[in-house]
């Protein structure tokens, strides 16, 4: 059995906060945010919006444009760094709960940006190993929970939205995912850190008025590590599978900073065609990001079935990962 990426959906809430939103917030400007980042707007969801809402709205779009029922769906498959709850239960479960699916296993994973390739890879292994056959995989944020909105180095960077995609089995090694590479480097973990709220600094008072429930982030460090290690990833997995990048038809990376991946994308000599840019409008929303894009290309119907994707993420943790899938659902204007 292989795995195969059969169908995929996106939701983003209505709220927008432009660059201009955000003078009037901290002490920025549009032209420092876009010059350095690429970023215009990005989406907030409403007070009253969770992750999982978020997470429910793209699953109903990916299971309604999959080849399967809902009641086929043996796996649900949450990556988010900004969970419903802080410990239990699951966003998993909360969408799952949203959905109706509600006997089958569901679990949440942390690998912050990189959460959707790591969501491949798990999806990947259950199904080859034979243990599940339809695996909903959802990569969803609600960021602005744990932005803080003073902090002009953080807060103009990230959006909420959610992505979600529907993985399954498949005895048709064309139509499946070739490979997946995941990694992880503990040694960074301060590069990008919500330190307050676990069980390192649990809440107090003292927590809560040093801010450190928020996101924190060494930017020029993370920066120029993003831009090495992907850069490292893409070429080994790509030589590993002895691939050009000019077979690419679509690179599909991590949306955090344009000139992170166009950085990348010039050291693979790749064509402004075959590069995916959506931080412009999204911002960067983490596990989200890369299915957001994916849905972007495909509902414009830029990807087809059986193009060739090369996926490339790196986040908190460090975590980083890459991967080499085809399109193996509907095409958008055969729905
Ligand atoms: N407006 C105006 N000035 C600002 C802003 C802002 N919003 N933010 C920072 N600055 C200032 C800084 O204070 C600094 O001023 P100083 O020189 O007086 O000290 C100056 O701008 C330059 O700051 P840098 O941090 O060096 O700016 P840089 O060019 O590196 O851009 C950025 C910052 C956009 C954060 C960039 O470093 C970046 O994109 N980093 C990588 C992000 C990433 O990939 N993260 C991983 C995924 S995220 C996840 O996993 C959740």
Same mark, same amino acid.
């Given at each position: ?73 043996? =796996? ?46 798990? !999806? ?51 139509? !499946? ?6 990694? !992880?480097?503990?040694?960074? #973990? ?5 330190? #307050? ?65 166009? !950085? ?38 830029? =990807? ?20 080499? =899938? ?10």
């Amino acid at each position: 059995m292989y795995a195969a990426l059969k169908s995929i959906g996106s939701y983003v809430p209505e709220t927008i906060l432009s660059n201009k939103d955000f003078e009037k917030m901290v002490d920025t400007t549009d032209e420092w945010i876009l010059k350095r980042t690429g970023i215009s707007t990005r989406h907030i969801a409403a007070e009253d919006e969770a992750t999982s809402d978020l997470g429910y709205k793209a699953a109903q779009i990916a299971l309604d444009r999959a080849p399967v029922e809902e009641s086929e769906i043996d =796996l649900i498959i949450c990556a988010t760094i900004s969970p419903d709850y802080l410990c239990m239960p699951s966003t998993a479960c909360m969408i799952g709960e949203k959905l109706g699916i509600n006997n089958v296993a569901a679990f949440d994973i942390s690998a912050a940006c990189s959460g959707f390739v790591y969501l491949l890879s798990v !999806a990947k292994a259950f199904i080859e190993s034979g243990m599940k056959k339809n695996v909903l995989i959802v990569g969803a944020e609600k960021l602005s929970s744990i932005v803080d909105y003073s902090d002009r180095t953080t807060c103009v960077l990230f959006g909420d939205g959610a992505g979600a995609a529907v993985i399954s089995a498949t005895e048709d090694k064309s139509e !499946a995912i070739v490979d997946i590479h995941t990694s !992880a480097d503990g040694r960074y #973990g301060d590069f990008l850190i919500t330190p #307050g709220c676990g069980s390192k600094n649990p809440c107090s008072n003292e927590v809560i008025e040093n801010n450190m429930q928020f996101m924190k982030m060494r930017g020029n460090e993370t920066f120029k590590l993003a831009v090495k290690t992907l850069t490292k990833d893409v070429i080994d997995i790509l030589d590993k599978n002895g691939i050009k990048s000019a077979d690419i038809k679509h690179f599909v990376p991590h949306q955090a900073n344009y000139r992170i991946i166009n !950085a990348v994308g010039k050291a693979l000599n790749l064509t402004p065609e075959q590069v995916v840019l959506t931080v412009g409008k999204y911002g960067n929303t983490s596990s989200a990001s890369v299915p957001m894009a994916m849905n972007d290309i495909y509902e414009s119907g830029r =990807l087809q079935k059986g193009e060739l994707m090369l996926l490339d993420t790196f986040g908190g943790g460090l975590t980083w990962g890459s991967c080499l =899938l085809p399109f193996s659902g509907t095409n958008y204007a055969d729905l």
